[in-house]
């Protein structure tokens, strides 16, 4: 049966997921993060892990519980999440970046609570590191799959991620679209290939598409092997 052939086919392969947004501190009451609910990096674990996949999911904070069978590592800011990643990415066979990682953070942390004053406030913001593109740059053998949330000219922006990350695949999805991405339970994808190949995946559950995911990266995986 199908399913069984697939299953077998992740047995023994080692796969690193993220997952949700990541929390920027500001003061010991506040931080700046995203809307990213973590469903479809959790949906991606799970599903790898079902197919007997050994799985590290590195997740942002999430209301989910940690999927069954899976090594779940939380992590707050982007911070510990390029931290998390980088120390578990040797030996790992695909990596799947799922989590919406805040591209700035404050410039500073304040140690008590900011108190209001009478004008306006300004936080001044720095970028955070690119993990992805930095996985891109250090990868030897493993498979690199990335997420792109956009609203607007999805396959340009999608595809000039997968190049300047040096990425096999890119899932792309539009954020505005009702029933897809941040916090929706269902999930609408175009996947971008390194060799040309778009395949699009019609609105569904965040599992069912996880599972096509899971299949396309798994055929991209076994076309290296050869
Ligand atoms: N990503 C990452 N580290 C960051 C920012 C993004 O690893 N500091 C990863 C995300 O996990 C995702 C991919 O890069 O897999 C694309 O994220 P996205 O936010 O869509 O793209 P950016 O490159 O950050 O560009 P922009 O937000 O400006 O569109
Ligand atoms: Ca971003």
Same mark, same amino acid.
């Given at each position: 049966?199908?399913?069984?052939?697939?299953?077998?086919?992740?047995q023994?392969?080692?796969?690193?997921?993220?997952?949700?947004?990541?929390?920027?501190?500001? &003061?010991?009451?506040?931080?700046?993060?995203?809307?990213?609910?973590?469903?479809?990096?959790?949906?991606?674990?799970?599903?790898?892990?079902?197919?007997?996949?050994?799985?590290?999911?590195?997740?942002?904070?999430?209301?989910?519980? !940690?999927?069954?069978?899976?090594?779940?590592?939380?992590?707050?800011?982007?911070s &510990?999440?390029?931290?998390?990643?980088?120390?578990?990415?040797?030996?790992?066979?695909?990596?799947?970046?799922?989590?919406?990682?805040?591209?700035?953070? !404050?410039?500073?942390?304040? &140690?008590?609570?900011?108190?209001?004053?009478?004008? &306006?406030?300004?936080v001044?913001?720095?970028?955070?590191?690119?993990i992805?593109?930095?996985?891109?740059?250090?990868?030897?053998?493993?498979?690199?799959?990335?997420?792109?949330?956009?609203?607007?000219?999805?396959?340009?922006?999608?595809?000039?991620?997968?190049?300047?990350?040096?990425?096999d695949?890119?899932?792309?999805?539009?954020?505005?679209? !009702?029933?897809?991405?941040?916090?929706?339970?269902?999930?609408?994808?175009?996947?971008?290939?390194?060799?040309?190949?778009?395949?699009?995946? !019609?609105?569904?559950?965040?599992?069912?598409?996880?599972?096509?995911?899971?299949?396309?990266?798994?055929?991209?995986?076994?076309?290296?092997?050869?």
């Amino acid at each position: 049966h199908f399913t069984k052939l697939e299953n077998k086919s992740w047995q023994g392969k080692k796969i690193l997921v993220t997952a949700g947004p990541t929390q920027e501190k500001i &003061d010991p009451v506040r931080f700046y993060s995203n809307r990213s609910s973590g469903k479809m990096g959790y949906a991606i674990a799970e599903e790898a892990a079902e197919r007997g996949a050994e799985v590290i999911l590195i997740t942002g904070p999430t209301n989910i519980k !940690p999927p069954h069978g899976v090594t779940t590592i939380p992590v707050e800011s982007a911070s &510990d999440m390029y931290d998390a990643v980088t120390k578990h990415f040797e030996g790992q066979d695909i990596v799947i970046k799922a989590a919406a990682v805040a591209d700035y953070r !404050p410039k500073t942390t304040f &140690d008590h609570k900011v108190k209001k004053q009478s004008g &306006d406030l300004t936080v001044e913001m720095e970028r955070t590191l690119d993990i992805l593109k930095t996985l891109g740059e250090q990868r030897t053998n493993q498979i690199l799959v990335g997420f792109a949330a956009e609203s607007e000219n999805i396959e340009t922006y999608a595809k000039n991620k997968l190049n300047n990350k040096n990425l096999d695949m890119i899932a792309a999805n539009s954020i505005i679209s !009702p029933g897809t991405g941040f916090q929706s339970d269902t999930n609408e994808l175009l996947l971008y290939k390194r060799d040309g190949q778009t395949v699009h995946i !019609p609105m569904t559950t965040k599992k069912e598409a996880a599972k096509k995911l899971l299949d396309n990266t798994l055929e991209i995986y076994m076309e290296k092997q050869k």
